[in-house]
């Protein structure tokens, strides 16, 4: 009897051998495409304010050196990231009892050493004046030396709070 | 002086330093983070488009208000400076045709505020490019303390382009002239099309008597307008003195203003390096 069933089985598996043949799928290799979108983008730092130690009006004086910074900048293929400055007021306000006081041209920069970009020497204004212009896809665009100057006044008739409003602006308005 | 009047003395000292320093030391209370740095879109007369800006304030920053605005920018003759006016002040402004929601908010440290844009095309508009800006602008804390002594009190901005294109445009763009000022090279673009351009571009400087490369220099990534001023003063730096020293140069100028064709001019200049080298 076992012998019956194991000739039998054997016959059966033989002959789903020889009946056996490769079936293709509509498609053997499936695959799925991963995107990431990565918009332009950057991530940046300014100092909050700049204080000018006037002990003699009769000469310039500099601040000291300030730090700018934009890091994981993602631009397109061939665009830059430009650094600006403007003065919100054409003149400081001077503190009570002053009549003369520094106007915002009186505050200029130097090119300062900045890295994957170039600097640019110019004095404030109430437009936004380039302080520096990155590389065309520059991954990041920093200077650490930056020094503003206020000039010699020696009009300025008193001690105390002088001070301007000034704003950063950072944009890569190309095409 | 006893020790306990030396020790006193060394702590004020001390004291004062510090204090002097703190007042010194510059403050890093601006710092964010943003994206896009631009919208291009191509359109077609009455199309509507929508998009966002995102602006992430740092983590360490104090909770910051700011206040968005379209608005129309150009840049001057010698591209030092940037002017932004009132949507609709220059003619081939797209200010008008956006709308920002929202206007204004605070934005908590660590926090992403953003910024809807949508664009309506107007059904009669011409073909051509057109341009404005998304300008998001931190508003000073009335409550901040005021600084003390001579000071600048600075606050943070950003702008990005808005371009649209209603095609057909016409592209099209000349070079004007090179010429050498004290450490600088400059080449002056016209633009003579209808849209903004960008310019890209590499200077090579070839030594007159053995017309030999030694030096090259790059441009990039700066934009060309055709209005209201539709010629600009690109500038770069010399290579160093000692790479490029004083002499007779041939100056080979290829600009890429993105046209079928590359720009170029050849011109004889003479580099003067201030210490003679």
């Known amino acids: 009897m076992y012998r019956i069933l194991t000739v039998a089985c054997a016959v059966i598996l033989m002959a789903g051998a020889s009946l056996a043949a490769v079936v293709n799928l509509p498609n053997e290799t499936q695959s799925t ?12 730092s300014v100092p909050a304010s700049v204080a000018f130690n006037v002990t003699n009006v009769s000469a310039d004086t500099n601040s000291a050196d300030q730090s700018v910074s934009a890091t994981t900048v993602v631009l397109s293929d061939g665009k830059a990231l430009r650094v600006e400055i403007q003065a919100d007021a054409a003149n400081f306000t001077a503190p009570f009892g002053g009549t003369v006081t520094w106007a915002a ?59 301007l409003a000034a704003t950063w602006k950072f944009s890569s308005v190309t095409p | 002086m006893g020790h306990r009047g030396c020790k006193l003395a060394w702590t004020l000292a001390t004291m004062l330093v510090s204090v002097l320093l703190a007042g010194l030391t510059p403050a890093y209370a601006i710092g964010f983070h943003f994206s896009p740095l631009n919208i291009s879109i191509q359109a077609r007369p009455g199309q509507i488009a929508n998009r966002t800006f995102n602006l992430t304030l740092a983590k360490d920053a104090p909770p910051t208000h700011f206040k968005a605005h ?14 932004y006016a009132a949507p609709g002040s220059i003619r081939r402004s797209c200010g008008l045709w956006c709308s920002i929601n929202p206007v204004e908010a605070t934005v908590k440290p660590g926090e992403t505020l953003t910024i809807r844009l949508s664009i309506r095309v107007p059904d009669d508009i011409k073909p051509g490019g057109y341009w404005a800006a998304l300008t998001v602008d931190e508003v000073p804390d009335p409550l901040a303390p005021e600084p003390s002594g001579i000071a600048m009190v600075f606050r943070g901005s950003v702008s990005i382009g808005i371009f649209i294109e209603i095609p057909p445009a016409v592209r099209s763009a000349k070079l004007a002239g090179i010429q050498i000022s004290e450490d600088k090279l400059l080449v002056k673009l016209c633009n003579d099309g209808d849209i903004p351009l960008r310019v890209n571009g590499a200077f090579e ?70 210490n003679g080298s």
Not at chain 1, 33 to 44: C, D, G
Not at chain 1, 156 to 163: L, S
Not at chain 2, 70 to 83: E, G, I, K, Y
Request: proline share 3%; aromatic share 8%; hydrophobic share 40%.
């Open chain 1, 33 to 44: 495409t991963f995107t990431a979108t990565v918009s332009e983008q950057a991530n940046v």
């Open chain 2, 70 to 83: 379209v608005q129309d920018w150009w840049r001057s003759a010698d591209n030092r400076q940037t002017f």
């Open chain 1, 105 to 163: 041209g009186d505050i200029s920069w130097d090119a300062a050493t900045w890295t994957n970009g170039t600097g640019s020497a110019n004095a404030l204004s109430t437009s936004y004046t380039t302080v520096a212009t990155s590389n065309a896809n520059a991954a990041s665009l920093s200077a650490s030396d930056l020094t503003f100057t206020l000039a010699d006044k020696n009009t300025v008739d008193r001690a105390g709070d002088h001070t």
């Open chain 2, 205 to 274: 400087f070839y030594r007159l008597e053995e017309d030999k490369l030694v030096a090259t220099v790059k441009i990039g990534g700066e934009p060309l307008l055709p209005d209201p001023i539709n010629t600009c003063e690109f500038s770069v730096a010399l290579p160093s003195a000692k790479e490029l020293p004083s002499g007779k140069y041939k100056v080979r100028a290829i600009m890429d203003v993105g046209l079928d064709y590359l720009l170029g001019a050849e011109k004889q200049l003479e580099i003067i390096r201030a």
